[in-house]
């Protein structure tokens, strides 16, 4: 850059105040970047819900169970292709803080529903053999450090007791938001054990033929099981998830209303320290502009230094973040998803130099409309 000595001279004039400034960006696009990821986590469940299935709860709560001779008569409901089920299961390895989602699904259909969820079909097969047989996410085994043939003991607290499993297989996911942090292990080897509620299920999931036939076909099943002992809620798969969002208050405005206030500041703080920069180097763009250079340059010139704190800053803040994420989820199983993508990166790099613009366009305006004669008269 021709004049890049000129932008780096007047940021160098002073280091503290240039290296405050920047870390003021670098604190703003690291929180910005944490928040975003910490939303992506909460919605990570209604962005990669299939749009072809519906869930299929207890009218009365989620924790009620349904019969298992449901599935049938779901089954034959014309429009729907498959139906599976599975079961919360809530138990304790080792530790009370060691918490990842355990379900006892059902073993001849439940991976046809979830083709997302990817598992070696001798490893599946292995999985079918063994009465004990579990499946764990690739996140989770990583996280306890498992491998396949490992037994694992798992403390009921729902179902109560101490309960065994032999790690059969390795599920990863097809995309990046897919969760990888549950427990899986069969039905009928849970319906065998419990001491009560033999022959029911946690909820059903149903594949449908048209995802724009989901609305009649809510109403069919709800009104199908209409005064039975147990009656049905049904929704969407993507209205389910957003219904446990939504369960913890609306995460979306909050996560906003912090960034609008952080990046408010920001602004603030930027714009006072470009305009005292300026106030204090009064004399020197007066001399800039006395040998020749244009109000254009001027301007140009304190644009450019803060944009470059802007972008120094931001960098930093947003790589930060990024090393941060790399551990994964910091919660103990409460986010497994905890990752920060690509569009996030960019949204923040476009935001800090957006700020920084915003911030240094005031003084870059008032030093270009200086007069050489009254700044040179000033002490």
């Known amino acids: 850059m021709k004049y890049g000595h000129l932008i780096l001279s007047g940021l160098l004039r002073k280091k503290i105040r240039t290296g405050l400034t920047a870390g003021s960006f670098a604190v703003a696009l690291f929180l910005f970047a944490i928040l975003a990821v910490v939303r992506g986590a909460f ?3 209604v962005d990669v819900a299939g749009a ?4 299929v709860l207890n009218r009365v709560s989620i924790i009620q169970p349904l019969p298992l001779a449901y599935r049938d008569r779901l089954a034959r409901i014309p429009g729907v292709t498959q139906v599976t089920f599975a079961n919360w299961f ?8 060691n918490f990842f989602p355990q379900f006892a699904i059902d073993r001849e259909t439940y991976r046809q529903m979830f083709p997302e969820f990817v598992v070696p079909d001798a490893e599946w097969q292995a999985f079918l ?19 396949v043939g490992d037994r694992i003991p798992i403390r009921g607290t729902i179902f109560p007791g101490t309960w065994e499993f032999n790690i059969r297989g390795v599920y990863r996911g097809q995309r990046v938001q897919d969760d990888t942090s549950q427990f899986w292990f069969r039905w009928d080897y849970l319906d065998e054990r419990k001491s009560f509620a033999k022959g029911f299920v946690g909820w ?7 995802p724009d036939a989901a609305v009649r076909l809510v109403k069919t099943i709800d009104e199908l099981f209409a005064n039975s002992p147990s009656e049905t809620r049904t929704d969407t798969e993507k209205a389910f998830a957003a219904s446990w969002v939504k369960q913890m ?4 405005l909050l996560l906003l209303s912090i960034g609008s206030v952080v990046f408010f500041t920001l602004l603030l703080v930027a714009g006072n320290t470009m305009a005292i920069a300026v106030r204090e180097r009064t004399r020197e763009l007066a001399v800039l502009k006395a040998v020749g250079f244009s109000n254009g340059f001027v301007l140009t010139l304190v644009i450019a230094e803060t944009l470059v704190v802007a972008a120094v800053g931001g960098g930093v803040g947003l790589g930060l973040a990024k090393l941060f994420t790399l551990r994964g989820d910091p919660t103990g199983g409460l986010l ?8 996030v990166i960019i949204l923040g790099a476009a935001l800090a130099l957006a700020v920084g613009l915003m911030a240094g366009i005031l003084p870059a305006l008032s030093a270009a409309k200086l007069r050489v004669v009254d700044a040179l008269r000033r002490v």
């Open 204 to 210: 059903y999931t149903v594949r449908i033929a048209d």
């Open 90 to 97: 809530g138990g304790v390895y080792q530790d009370e803080r």
């Open 43 to 45: 919605q990570q469940g």
């Open 249 to 252: 208050g609306n995460i979306q």
């Open 336 to 343: 497994p998803f905890f990752y920060l993508p690509p569009s």
């Open 129 to 147: 053999a063994d009465r004990e047989g579990a499946i764990v996410g690739e996140a989770l085994a990583e996280r306890f450090t498992w491998k």
């Open 52 to 55: 072809d299935r519906l869930v």
